[in-house]
Every structure is written in structure tokens, then in C-alpha cells.
Nanobody, 136 residues
Framework: DVQLQASGGGLVQAGGSLTLSCAAS????????IGWFRQVPGKEREGVSC???????WYADSVKGRFTISSDVDKNTVYLQMNNVKPEDTAVYYC??????????????????????????????WGQGTQVTVSS
């Protein structure tokens, strides 16, 4: 079965740093993009960052220059390094997996999920989320 486990959230002061982890299992890691989303009560879930094994990455403008996404491919784990956090970063952070590569008998289709912002329904599998709270 497909499993995505987000961890690493907690309470951090503004200007501080925090690293989130997303451990994936039960699917072919190389065929999927891993995205980080966040959600505040009453608002829609929004994309934060994305990583694919093709080395594509994407960041929302609101976090660009402050957050860094990376991966230990051998461990099927994606990390989100959050630096210089702000109170507006407070949210539940979710990691998700979306099919990015489909192979047929003689073709390879690349959806390039990390080529730009994507909707939540582009991702098929979701973790449980981890709370990040940034205090002033």
C-alpha cells in the first residue's frame, strides 16, 4: 500500500528554521513528483514546493529564497528546509505524491508536475500532515 508520512513540524520562532520530512513507500518513487502543500483553516490548500527525480523543482513565490526542497532518493524521502520562517508560514503542511512519468511500450509521458504551480487533484496520494506554528 502507498504510504506518505510527513513529520518534523512544531513550534518555531519567526526567523528560525525547521526541516520537514516526507517518507514515501509503496510505489515507484522515480515515477512520481513529491509536492509540499500547506493549509490554514478556512482557506484552500496551496502548493509550496515540488520535487521530482528528474531534478525539477518548484517553489511558490511566497517561499522562494527561504525554503529548499531536497531528496534522499535511496531512502525515498523528501525534505523541506524552512529558513527565516514567518508567522504567515503557520499551517498544516502536507506532502503528496503525483504521477509524473507514465511508461508505455514505446513512449514515456512526462507530466512535469514540478514545472509550475499545480492543483491538489494532480496528486493522487497524501500524507497526514504536520503542524508548523511560527511565533512572533
Amino acid at each position: 500500500d502507498v504510504q506518505l508520512q510527513a513529520s518534523g513540524g512544531g513550534l518555531v520562532q519567526a526567523g528560525g528554521s525547521l526541516t520537514l520530512s516526507c517518507a514515501a513507500s509503496g510505489f515507484t518513487f522515480a515515477d512520481y513528483a513529491i509536492g509540499w502543500f500547506r493549509q490554514v483553516p478556512g482557506k484552500e490548500r496551496e502548493g509550496v514546493s515540488c520535487f521530482s527525480v528528474t531534478s525539477s523543482t518548484w517553489y511558490a513565490d511566497s517561499v522562494k529564497g527561504r525554503f529548499t526542497i531536497s531528496s534522499d532518493v535511496d531512502k525515498n524521502t523528501v525534505y523541506l528546509q524552512m529558513n527565516n520562517v514567518k508567522p504567515e508560514d503557520t499551517a498544516v503542511y502536507y506532502c503528496a505524491a503525483g504521477r509524473d512519468t507514465v511508461r508505455t511500450d514505446n513512449q514515456v509521458f512526462l507530466f512535469d508536475l514540478c514545472g509550475g504551480p499545480r492543483d491538489t487533484h494532480e496528486y493522487q496520494y497524501w500524507g497526514q500532515g504536520t503542524q508548523v506554528t511560527v511565533s512572533s
